[in-house]
């Protein structure tokens, strides 16, 4: 009888420990766009894939779309930092030696570029709400964009010398 109700136990055990498909791979990968997992390559657009989960679809897409946004930012230019510090320390002598080590390492991307043109260009919504976007940008427009900066600064550089030219005048002429 011991044997029975022992056996029955285990096996109640292990049924209730199974468990579905529900958390497998598969499961996940149906809430997702077929797109998502192919990412585009172009000759002529950056791509960039974001998501983001809100209670406010609204919400949600405005910021999957500026989470992409920001990632072509990083693609396009980005200035990267990055630190390591090492730290060790070892007191005492022979067997009694005791050492410490510290190791940090910190990593700091920024990217700060203007955008004109950067829009989504496919959009879908999963069944949990998330929010799933594709936003382009042509890489032209990038070109146009470090012609038209190398322009200002230019222009502004001339302004600087005409200036130094006038101080020089005014200064020469009243003294």
């Not at 960039?48 to 919400?59: C, D, E, G, I, R």
């Amino acid at each position: 009888m011991k044997r029975i109700i022992i056996t029955a136990c285990a096996l109640f055990l292990f049924a209730g420990c199974a468990s579905n498909r529900s958390g497998s791979t598969e499961a996940t990968k149906s809430n997702v766009p077929d797109w998502w997992f192919n990412p585009a390559t172009s000759a002529t657009h950056f791509y960039a894939f974001a998501q983001a989960t809100k209670q406010n679809p609204s919400l949600a897409q405005k910021t999957a779309t500026e989470r992409a946004r920001a990632d072509i930012s990083s693609q396009v230019k980005a200035s990267v930092q990055s630190e390591l510090r090492d730290w060790m320390q070892e007191s005492g002598v022979g067997e009694n030696a005791q050492a410490l080590e510290f190791t940090e390492s910190t990593i700091i991307s920024a990217s700060e570029n203007s955008f004109q043109g950067a829009t989504p260009d496919k959009y879908e919504q999963a069944r949990d709400g998330t929010v799933y976007i594709r936003v382009s940008f042509p890489k032209d427009a990038v070109e146009r964009e470090l012609v038209n900066a190398a322009k200002r600064e230019e222009a502004l550089y001339n302004e600087f010398k005409a200036s130094q030219a006038f101080d020089r005048m005014e200064k020469q002429y009243s003294d």
